[in-house]
Antibody, heavy 115, light 107 residues
Framework: EVQLQESGPGLVKPSQSLSLTCSVT????????WGWIRKFPGNKMEWMGY???????SYNPSLKSRISITRDTSKNQFFLQLNSVTTEDTATYYC?????????WGQGVMVTVSS | DIQMTQSPASLSASLEEIVTITCQAS??????LSWYQQKPGKSPQLLIY???SLADGVPSRFSGSRSGTQYSLKISRLQVEDIGIYYC?????????FGGGTKLELK
């Protein structure tokens, strides 16, 4: 069974970087696409980007200067880094299998940006 | 970016009732539309892809349809376990964009 699990700090200070890990079991990240999506307080959802089976990436232009998605195939993990965060980046962050269509999701990790 | 206008924002319905949620795309997106259900305290789950195709394991009371640039999710007989927030997602044009969500509650 495909399972995804996000991990990372729940509190980040403004101007710092947010770094999250998605650990995947039951499926190799060298197949398919792997995405990050976030849900803001108030329920708005935003597609952030993905990393492909080959390691290529695609990002939301609204985040392009701040976001990086990378991977470690030896650990079957992929990562999200979001730089220069503000309080507006406070959200629940999900990793999921897929690039633009998501059939397996992690349970989500709530990240608060606050000093 | 393509705007997905989802309605209603909230909906209260009775058990066994027919429920319909719609998403209006700001331009043609073909059948590049999926629907997700997020139950309270859970992560989103794929319900419908390609506008009309039922995802694996999803009950047949869920269905998707398209009329031009308007997309609909129908629950034929509402059950208790259907309570949650529903989202549409267009994937025709980058970046993919979500509708604003519909919060479905029991009356």
């Amino acid at each position: 069974e495909v399972q995804l699990q996000e991990s990372g700090p729940g509190l980040v200070k403004p101007s710092q970087s947010l770094s999250l890990t998605c650990s995947v079991t039951g499926y190799s990240i060298t197949s398919n696409y792997w995405g990050w999506i976030r849900k803001f307080p108030g329920n708005k959802m935003e597609w952030m980007g993905y990393i492909s089976y080959s390691g290529s990436t695609s990002y939301n232009p609204s985040l392009k200067s701040r976001i990086s998605i990378t991977r470690d195939t030896s650990k079957n993990q992929f990562f999200l880094q979001l730089n220069s965060v503000t309080t507006e980046d406070t959200a629940t962050y999900y990793c999921a299998r897929g690039g633009v269509l998501f059939d397996y999701w992690g349970q989500g990790v709530m990240v608060t940006v606050s000093s | 970016d393509i705007q997905m206008t989802q309605s209603p924002a909230s909906l209260s319905a009775s058990l066994e009732e027919i429920v319909t949620i719609t998403c209006q795309a700001s331009q043609d997106i073909g059948n590049w539309l999926s629907w997700y259900q997020q139950k309270p305290g859970k992560s989103p789950q794929l319900l419908i892809y390609g506008a009309t195709s039922l995802a694996d394991g999803v009950p047949s009371r869920f269905s998707g349809s398209r009329s031009g640039t308007q997309y609909s999710l129908k629950i034929s007989r509402l059950q208790v376990e259907d309570i949650g927030i529903y989202y549409c997602l267009q994937a025709y044009s980058a970046p993919p964009t979500f509708g604003g969500g519909t919060k479905l509650e029991l009356k």
